[in-house]
Nanobody, 125 residues
Framework: VQLQASGGGLVQPGASLTLSCTVT????????VGWFRQAPGKEREFVAF????????NYADSVKGRFTISTDNAKSAVDLQMNSLEPEDTAVYYC???????????????????WGQGTQVTVSS
């Protein structure tokens, strides 16, 4: 399976941006997909998660109410709608996938077998 992340850019505080992670090479619904981000000098951190078979979602507290993860089955993609962006959201954003991840493990990058390349999100005035 291959993951391709896209949609990053430079936006002002308060703006919105949608990232997309296209999943190809295998049956889309087999996977659970997480979004992570990594700011300079910091560890990669969990942002959001969706299990494609059930559409069950989870969010980091720092983005809850501002970010929404969803699927676009026609494009075999997982989108991350980001609203009310803050400078603290600046990071490289990565999508990751797993067919075996359990609920207690979704926060940890090491539990995802497949990764896309990152896409830069910069929030600055």
């Amino acid at each position: 399976v291959q993951l391709q992340a896209s949609g990053g850019g430079l936006v002002q505080p308060g703006a919105s941006l949608t990232l997309s992670c296209t999943v190809t090479g295998d049956t889309f619904r087999r996977y659970a997909v997480g979004w992570f981000r990594q700011a300079p000098g910091k560890e990669r951190e969990f942002v959001a998660f969706i299990r494609l078979s059930s559409r069950k979602t989870n969010y980091a507290d720092s983005v809850k109410g501002r970010f929404t993860i969803s699927t676009d089955n026609a494009k075999s993609a997982v989108d991350l709608q980001m609203n009310s962006l803050e400078p603290e959201d600046t990071a490289v954003y990565y999508c990751a996938a797993s067919t075996t991840i359990i609920s207690s493990s979704i926060l940890y990058p090491r539990n995802y077998a497949y990764w896309g390349q990152g896409t830069q999100v910069t929030v600055s005035s």
